[in-house]
């Protein structure tokens, strides 16, 4: 059963410092940068960081019961985590103006910051929950809006696609964690049966190291969470290969390593960490996996 989550303790105000507690939003200043940005023709462009516009998420300091003392180191490098997620994405709507169709900034952008956000409201739960509580229901907070500052025309016609409407994504980025706990033994094949479809088209297919191979004797303790987290490098490879289909077309010659194999690694990463943290609670913690979180794209 998931409680109301509680109000924000304001003894947390002064440790947890100025950039967690406030909103998490990614505010990209106008008027800066690319103001006055000439191309290449000479020709001044009319572009702005205005006309990007900028990405902002609920704020999850607010969210929070109050945090153990045992817990609160963990949980201010999250939330110190969560804002620097924000300032990436918001650099990376700037950098990739123009590039992809109508849907790039939902799927290279906004989605694969909800899985970081996701990771990382989960890990804060957790280090809550070994000594208190834990709390329920934070992962609502983690889809972000895009703010069109107005820049909805410009975006489109640069091709961005910066959908005014595009609210709360779901997608993910190369930088950190993201989903949690899942797969191991493998499959290659496009989600809902897509693969051939997907080979046809040219999208060709995702493959991934196993991982359950890798691993040493599992204790008795830990064999539930492994086997979640192993289900999900599953999820995630299969989810992984079915927006390789969807996306055939889109983005430049860079688009599947930043907006599809990128965002992978850096799921099964997290997954694979969860992994290793949960052997090594009552055995010798595996090292090295995280070599295995790199997949490659087969044509």
Do not use: H, W
Request: proline fraction near 5%; charge should be negative; aromatic fraction near 2%.
């Amino acid at each position: 059963m998931s409680r109301a989550l509680p109000k924000y303790n304001k003894r947390r105000v002064a440790i947890i410092g100025g950039a967690a507690a406030v909103a998490l939003t990614g505010a990209i200043v106008a008027g800066t940068a690319l103001a006055g940005e000439t191309s290449k023709s000479g020709t001044p462009t009319a572009r702005t960081l205005a006309d990007v516009g900028s990405i902002s998420c609920p704020d999850v300091a607010s969210q929070l019961p109050e945090i153990p003392a045992t817990a609160q180191a963990e949980v201010d490098r999250n939330l110190t985590l969560l804002q620097t997620q924000i300032d990436e994405a918001n650099k990376r709507l700037v950098d990739t103006v123009g590039q992809g169709g109508p849907n790039f900034v939902q799927n290279a952008i906004l989605g694969p910051l909800e899985d970081k956000r996701i990771a990382t409201v989960n890990r804060i739960a957790t280090a809550i929950g070994r000594t208190a509580d834990k709390p329920q229901g934070l992962d609502a907070l983690a889809p972000c809006a895009l703010n069109a500052g107005g820049a909805a025309g410009a975006g489109e016609e640069a091709g961005a696609g910066a959908e005014a409407g595009a609210g709360a994504g779901a997608e993910a980025t190369p930088s950190e964690a993201a989903s949690e706990a899942a797969g191991g033994a493998e499959d290659t094949g496009n989600a809902e049966g897509a693969g051939d479809a997907g080979e046809a088209a040219g999208a060709g297919a995702i493959s991934c190291p196993d991982v359950a191979s890798q691993l040493p004797a599992i204790p008795a303790t830990a064999q539930a969470e492994v086997d979640r987290n192993l289900a999900l490098l599953d999820t995630q490879l299969a989810e992984a290969n079915k927006r390789l289909v969807d996306t055939v077309g889109q983005g430049g010659p860079n688009f599947v390593q930043n907006a599809i194999l990128g965002p992978l690694a850096d799921k099964r990463n997290s997954t694979i960490d969860r992994i290793a943290i949960s052997i090594g609670r009552t055995a010798e913690k595996p090292q090295g996996l995280g070599s295995l979180a790199a997949c490659t794209l087969t044509q």
